[in-house]
């Protein structure tokens, strides 16, 4: 069991009106019936006019019929005369005072009553369905709508057995209220039996009722990004030289002071960028470069002849040890311990 709520009544009050307007305490019941008989007679007296909606407006016991039209001129009549016939007889029907004013329709295409009662018509002359549904909706969605939805219920095609065909394009967002949604159904007796025709026509989003609720919304988010930009404009502001430097940082790394120019000092580099021989200034945890003049000299016993025991490399390699007359003599590795044989 499907939960389907009529587009336009759920929107009564947000972004559409009542078509009955006005506030009866003691005969509701009474007037509710005279609208309905008005709508009904004026819609079946002027079916050839395309009748959009009638909207009925009360004051004391004056009654303002407003009739939207696609053909105002088949209404008017030749100097006013159906007008004045239409409202004699809507008079002598209710007893009261009755004002006729009729407005046209300037986009038959984008109401979804005379999208709807076209299909009908097409129908009842035996066109195609799906020829007149699918013509529908491209000049539907030629003048300008967001999405379309028609549905067909009946005997289509004068089948045997009845079916439902859709047809939808665009978005026709049925949950969201803020939409502009018109909804409309005709019928169309054909020869086969009746055919229902629904048309859901989405219009865009209509805010009339929402801007001040959404202004305070732009307003708050307003507030917030500037907060947000002075917050980065501070830091911003902020230099390199107002932050401490990093723990255990190398010289001119990034967490140097701001007298640096970062990297390597440029005093002691050659041309090719690498260091010479003058020392770097030991800031950070790797000892100072040592020059050959700086370099310990060798013991009294090794420079009297006496082996030197082999140099060990870190890898665990053994350098062969040189004795003064030039002679090499291999070097051994016993038990872990490196001694000359």
Request: net charge positive; proline share 8%.
């Given at each position: 069991m499907g939960q389907k709520v009529h587009p336009v009544g759920m929107r009564l009050g947000i972004n559409r009106t009542w078509k009955s307007r006005w506030f009866a305490k003691k005969n509701y019941a009474e007037l509710l019936k005279e609208d309905l008989t008005i709508r009904k007679y004026v819609?079946?007296?002027?079916?050839?006019?395309?009748?959009?909606?009638?909207?009925i407006e009360r004051k004391a016991d004056k009654v303002v019929v407003n009739v939207r039209t696609a053909?105002?001129?088949i209404v008017i009549g030749?100097?006013?005369?159906e007008v004045e016939r239409l409202n004699k007889e809507l008079e002598h029907l209710t007893s009261r005072d009755i004002r006729i004013n009729i407005l046209e329709v300037k986009k038959v295409e984008l109401d979804a009553q005379l999208v709807a009662e076209h299909i009908a018509k097409q129908l009842e002359s035996r066109m195609g369905f799906r020829r007149a549904v699918r013509?529908?909706?491209?000049?539907?969605?030629?003048?300008?709508?967001?999405?379309?939805k028609i549905r067909c219920a009946g005997r289509l095609g004068g089948s045997e057995m009845s079916r439902v065909q859709e047809h939808h394009e665009g978005r026709v967002p049925l949950h969201t209220l803020r939409a502009d949604i018109d909804f409309a159904k005709a019928t169309a007796r054909t020869t086969h039996g009746a055919v229902g025709v629904k048309v859901w026509i989405f219009k865009g989003e209509k805010l009339?009722?929402?801007?001040?609720?959404?202004?305070?919304?732009?307003?708050?988010?307003?507030s917030q990004r500037d907060s947000f930009r002075g917050r980065r404009d501070d830091r911003s502001d902020r230099g390199r030289g107002d932050r401490p430097p990093r723990r255990g940082a190398r010289s001119g790394g990034r967490g140097a002071p701001s007298g640096r120019s970062g990297g390597r000092?440029?005093?002691?580099?050659?041309?090719?960028?690498?260091?010479?021989?003058?020392?770097?200034?030991?800031?950070?945890?790797?000892?100072?470069?040592?020059?050959?003049?700086?370099?310990?000299?060798?013991?009294?016993?090794?420079?009297?002849g006496g082996e030197s025991k082999p140099a060990v490399k870190k890898s665990g390699e053994v350098k062969p040890a040189v004795k003064k007359s030039g002679e090499v003599k291999p070097a051994v590795k016993k038990s872990g311990t490196n001694e000359g044989s």
């Open positions: 819609t079946t007296k002027l079916a050839r006019a395309g009748i959009s909606e009638v909207i053909r105002p001129g030749r100097k006013g005369i013509k529908a909706v491209e000049s539907t969605m030629r003048m300008g709508a967001k999405g379309i009339d009722g929402m801007i001040d609720s959404l202004e305070e919304e732009k307003r708050s988010q307003k000092s440029s005093a002691g580099r050659s041309g090719s960028g690498r260091p010479t021989g003058g020392t770097r200034p030991a800031s950070g945890g790797r000892p100072p470069r040592r020059t050959d003049a700086e370099k310990p000299a060798p013991s009294a016993g090794a420079r009297q």
